[in-house]
């Protein structure tokens, strides 16, 4: 759970009330023993909703930040670096996306750059928790166009029950979901269940599904990243690892790197974008408005390339994610104490 604490120590530790002024930290525990922490201008919104803990900070180094059950989500300064790398390979790959549907996406971001996309005529973005979408709505001014656009259908639910009662199937399904934490939200929509009987029958005869997963640094991927990805290998009959493209990217204000899965039962997936990606500017103009700031070929291929220590964690993970073996990243959320919320 992140921390909001107040300090007068000036630069050599020593407190004086009348010489310095009084300073606002946001810390954050990122696993037992070690903690991050950063100035904040000013707290914008902080309370808890029926499913989480939430807080929108202005911090000094990142602009405004969006906190949920105590981890670090999004940060202004930075978050396109995220959003841009979990929406364009997916749907530059597909041949023709027409019909998006994304879980969760509250702050707006997703919808926001799936919407550039010139062949994208309808995005269904279901986040669970309606307080978060509406702060964001009124805080995050990069996304109000998006919020506007009326390609967009914003439904407040849980989004296993949401596509489960849907009859449409979608060219592209993603998942902007919060990590999995112990008694949070999100953990039911990683698990083996979940993408075979739900995902899998939604997707349109060569759609694409695309999830974030979790931390992937050297010693952080064996928290969720190695087995979600397994996971999805069982689901999409991806024979290989290498079918099942994989990638990490470094985001500043999350101090390490994140992870994301693009299955697919198609194996020339990871080879189709390995060889095209690198010759793409990201943003001529003729199938997406305005250029990247962050993702283009090269970087495409830089981040799908993982260190040996991750590799060899892919290739030998067995773990299956289920509701009755999962795995959580540090942390607690804020229904931890509600059986009915976690296995």
């Known amino acids: ?37 950063f100035a904040l201008n000013s707290i914008l919104h902080t309370g808890a909703t029926q499913f989480q803990d939430i ?42 996306p027409k019909t998006i549907f994304v879980m969760g996406g509250g702050e707006g971001s997703t919808a926001r750059e799936l919407l550039r996309h010139k062949t994208v005529n309808k995005v269904v973005m279901c986040d669970i928790d309606e307080e978060v979408v509406d702060f964001c709505k009124s805080y995050l001014a990069v996304n109000s166009e ?25 060219d592209v399904i993603i998942g902007d979901l919060a990590d999995p934490i112990e008694g949070g939200p999100c953990y039911q929509l990683y698990t083996k269940t979940f993408y075979e009987l739900t995902v899998k029958p939604k997707l349109m005869q060569g759609g694409i599904f695309v999830t974030q997963a979790g931390p992937a640094g050297v010693f952080s991927h064996t928290e969720v990243f190695s087995c979600i990805f397994n996971t999805l290998k069982q689901v999409f009959k991806c024979k290989f690892s290498s079918y099942l493209l994989q990638s990490k990217l470094y985001t500043p204000c999350f101090l390490g790197y994140i992870s994301f899965n693009w299955p697919n039962d198609e194996q020339m997936l990871c080879h189709t974008l390995l060889t095209f990606l690198p010759m793409l500017t990201f943003g001529d103009g003729s199938w997406i408005k305005d250029e990247n700031r962050y993702l283009d070929g090269k970087t495409f291929v830089s981040a799908s390339t993982l260190s040996k220590a991750v590799r060899k964690s892919l290739d030998d993970e067995t773990h299956v994610y289920t509701e009755g073996t999962a795995r959580f990243i540090y942390g607690h959320g804020h229904g931890s104490a509600n059986k009915n919320n976690h296995a």
């Open 1 to 37: 759970m992140g921390d909001i604490s107040f300090s007068n120590a000036n630069s050599n530790g020593n407190t004086n009330v009348y010489s310095q002024r009084k300073s606002c930290w946001y810390e954050e525990e990122i696993e037992e023993n070690l903690r991050w922490c």
């Open 55 to 96: 807080q929108l900070l202005d911090t000094k180094p990142f602009g405004k930040a969006l906190v949920i059950d105590g981890k670090l989500q999004s940060a202004e300064i930075d978050e396109f670096i995220y959003h841009e790398s979990l929406v364009h390979p997916a749907l530059l790959h597909h041949p023709n």
């Open 146 to 170: 998006a919020f506007c656009d009326p390609r967009l259908e914003l439904i407040i639910n849980d989004a296993r029950a949401e596509l489960e009662k849907r009859e449409d199937r979608y």
